[in-house]
């Protein structure tokens, strides 16, 4: 039988002495949870104000920590400027992940296994994906009218994030979670570690436990201490 080697994508060896024979035994692999937007690609329905010219899709869960209510918001502004999905698509065509985001996140891939929770929509991310090299993505999922019209929205399930997390620890997984924003918090409160990745002043004030990075820099060096990367 053929095992990783010792500290292969998160799973260290433990070696265990019985008798004349060695054996080994894998200790909890680590699992690192990451946000999408405001961490790894810029905040998609900014992006969208700046080019509509819409400030009110200015809003994310910075601001509007009721996901609900922040969606339905957005629906409604959408239907009364006649914006489609297209006109969405046409946007996220044109962005990129932040800068320094691929490297990290390959540096991440190698040492553990990375998956991203992103309340953002699958019609959404693809793009977005492959420029990162095709990360595995939990996200969330549009209806949309064969016009392209925007007409409601679909969770995988309540507080996906969350579940997600504690899914993979019932599974013995060592999970570190990194987020931005208040839609994280139940994610990171979840983890078995926990880290703020250049969040605003006003969450950061609300959860202080939670210890703060700014660069991809320090990103990596908390990851490094919290799971022994």
Known sequence: MVLDRPGDRGYPLLAIRGGPSITTQPVRPVVACLDLEGVLVPEIWINVAERTRIPELRLTTRDEPNYDVLMK????????HKLTLKDIQDVIAEMAPLEG???????????CQVIILSDT???????????????????NTLEVEPDGRIVNYHLRLPDQKRASVLALKQLNFHVVAAGDSYNDTSMLLAADARIFFRPPASITKEFPQFPVTQTYAELQAAFCKAAGL
Do not use: G, V
């Not at 918001?73 to 009364?80: D, F, N």
């Not at 990290?104 to 190698?110: G, M, N, T, V």
């Not at 929509?121 to 996200?139: E, G, N, V, W, Y």
């Open 121 to 139: 929509f699958a019609q959404f991310a693809a793009p977005l994906m492959r420029q990162l090299d095709s990360p595995t993505i939990f996200c």
């Open 73 to 80: 918001r957005r629906i409604k502004i959408l239907a009364e």
């Open 101 to 111: 985001a691929k490297d990290f996140l390959s540096w991440l891939r190698a040492r």
